[in-house]
Every structure is written in C-alpha cells, then in structure tokens.
C-alpha cells in the first residue's frame, strides 16, 4: 500500500517521478547503504529527462536524508534497513531559536481571514449556530482529505479524521482511545506540554534520549512503551528532523512490538524541501501510526483547531471509544478553515512562508 500511496499521478512532474524511482531502488535494497548513485548524466539519459532534472530528484533524496552529496565524487547512499549504528548523545543536538509562534510576518492575512468569515457568515447563514459532530464538520473533514491527498501523499476517508481544538485536546482523546496502562514513550527533549497532558491523564511516560536524525536506537531497544509519540519533523527544542532511515526504524519497531506511533507533525508545511516531508503515516496508514496537525502555527496562535488521522483498519474501533465526546470547535471555525483550504488560501499562504524562510537562509525563491 505505501507505493500506491506515495508513488503520486503518472503526469507528475519528472523530477518528483525519477526521485521516486531512486527511492524505492534504495528502500528495496537495489542501491544499498554505502553505495554510490550513477551520476546525474547516467540517471538522465536513463530516465530520458534532462541533467537538470537528475539534479533536482538527487537534491529531494539528499534533503529527506537518504543520499548525501559528496564534494567531485557523487552522490551516496545513507539509508539504512537497520539504523542501529551509533548516533550522536543528546549534547550533540543542534541549537535552535525558540520554537514558539510564527513570526508575526509568517501569520495568515487579517484581511484575508475577515474577508473568509464574511463569505462564510453569508453563505451558510445560522447554520453557523448548530452543534457540530463530534468528529467535526463533514465539510471541513472532506476538505481536508482532499488537501492531504494532493499536498502530503496521505490518502484517507473523512471518516478517518477527527477535528479537535488543538494538539493537547487531541493528546488527551489519544489516552482515551489507547487506553492509561501503556508506557508512552517521548522524545527526550521534547514539547513539554506533551509530557504534561499525558502524565494528567494518568499515564507514565518514558523519556527517550534523542539523537542528531532522532532517538537513539539504543533507547527505542531498552524502553518497554506500546506507544511512541514522536514529532519527526523539526522536533522541539531539539530542532532535530529524522531522517528517512529513522523514520522506516520508528515503524519497525512499532510493527515488531504490536505498538502505536503517534505522529505529531507540527510545523511541516514549512519544509525547506522542495517537496513536503514524508510522514510516517503514509508508509504505514493501515494500523501502527495515529497522524495529528494542527493550524496554530501555520495560521495564526489563536485558531486553536487540530486533526487527527486514525489508522485506516483501526479507525471505526478507535473512534467509538471518543465519539460520545463533543466537538471542542465552533462550526463557525470549522467552516472558515474549510474555506481557506478549498478556496486555496491556506496552499498560497504555506508557499509564501517557505519561500520567505528560503530568501532569509540564503535559498532559492
């Protein structure tokens, strides 16, 4: 299933098409940790394309962590089946500013959002007013299916969605489903918040120490969590991203121990990438990982709504331990979000934050 789902529509583009290619050589274990690429020349006559293009693919597997570039001797392969070598200790992670808040220039347009609300107020009227579902509104939900599939590989029903307001609401219903008697294991730093939310809930967290691609593979061996809650991207305070190796060794130890993953996926829209980042959720949607975003920083602080993707054979049995709990969103809320993501609003606003963030690293417009 993880090939239909990241392989994307024939008349991609080709450099997305022949990045797909190497990638899957590299995970089917064709090229191997160690080995070196053919040269962008070969990859392009091969692939009938252009050397520009050979380079651009190269650069997305360099960027997502499985290839890296060697100064005049070409591009190797750093993808591991087992990423159980030695990393970096914890003093080893990279400093990052603080994490908080998007920058106020980085925040959705005020008079794009009141412009979205009037359209809104107009068009559904005081219907506005009624009480929602408790997994959210079918119209934000469809909305947002329609979004992940084109913009994150991610391919899920409306039904698998459940709308809630904000990452630590949506942690507490994750206990709710889960269940108090696991270990939850976290990431070591991590976002304080998460430790907080669970311990009040009563379950007892297992700090993991982190490493510079993500935790340290000696730590997911020791620990005895059935849940491993992880942000895999631009972790906080660590400012760590796992690499692709990291990413495929959370999902097998997850599998091999009969456990969850809980992806939290904060902030990824605002990959440096040139294509979004490969979430865990799409290279196993079916029963290991429970996916959750919000928008409070990709918008603004103050629109406290998240998500959450249930794993797609799990998804009916999960969602009737939390149903009977009401939507925490106004349908006001919901309706202007669904807005801004089908009006495409919210795709516009993403890629002029990426491109601001690339001008002010020194990248590409």
């Known amino acids: ?17 022949l990045y797909i290619q190497v990638r899957e050589k590299i995970t089917g274990g064709i090229y191997r940790y160690g080995d070196r690429l053919p040269s962008k020349r070969s990859a392009a006559v091969a692939g009938g394309v252009s ?3 050979a380079e651009h693919a190269y650069q997305l597997l360099v960027d997502e962590g499985y290839v890296e570039a060697r100064e005049r001797s070409g591009y190797y392969v750093i993808y591991r089946e087992n990423a159980l070598l030695p990393v970096g200790s914890g003093s080893d992670l990279p400093s990052v500013p603080d994490a908080g808040y998007v920058r106020n220039d980085e925040e959705f347009s005020f008079a794009g959002y009141a412009r979205t609300v009037r359209k809104v107020l107009s068009k559904y009227g005081e219907s ?7 997994a959210g509104c079918l ?14 590989g991610i391919v899920v029903s409306p039904e698998q969605i459940v709308i809630g307001s904000g990452a630590e609401y949506l942690y507490s219903l994750i206990v709710q489903m889960l269940g108090r008697e696991y270990i939850y294991g976290i990431e070591d730093p991590s976002y304080q918040q998460i430790r907080k939310v669970y311990t ?20 997911l061996a020791r620990t005895e969590a059935k849940v491993l809650h992880v942000t895999p991207y631009n972790s906080y ?6 690499d692709a190796s990291k990413r495929r060794e959370y999902i097998r130890w997850a ?9 939290d996926d904060v902030d990824s829209e605002f990959t440096m990438s040139q294509k979004p980042e490969d979430t865990l959720f799409s290279i196993e949607p079916e029963r ?7 928008f409070s920083k990709t918008i603004a602080p103050a629109v406290r709504i998240g998500y959450m993707i249930l794993p797609e054979l799990l998804s009916e049995k999960l969602r009737e331990k939390i149903g009977f709990y009401s939507c925490t969103v106004p349908v006001l809320d919901q309706y202007v979000l669904a807005e801004f993501i089908a009006g495409g609003d919210f795709e516009r606003h993403v890629n002029r934050v990426r491109r601001m963030r690339r001008r002010r690293r020194g990248g590409k417009k």
């Open 1 to 17: 299933m993880e090939q239909n789902l990241q392989r994307g529509p024939e008349n991609g583009p080709a450099y997305l098409k």
């Open 51 to 53: 050397v520009i293009t």
């Open 128 to 134: 506005v007013l009624r009480r929602s579902p408790s």
């Open 139 to 152: 119209e934000l939900r469809s909305v947002l299916a329609s979004y992940l599939a084109r913009s994150r």
């Open 200 to 219: 009040a809930n009563g379950v007892t967290c297992d700090p993991l120490r982190m490493g510079n691609t993500g935790i340290i593979s000696s730590e």
């Open 237 to 242: 305070p660590s400012g760590v991203t796992a």
């Open 255 to 263: 599998k091999e121990r009969g456990a969850f993953i809980v992806e």
């Open 288 to 294: 290991t990982v429970i996916y959750l975003n919000t």
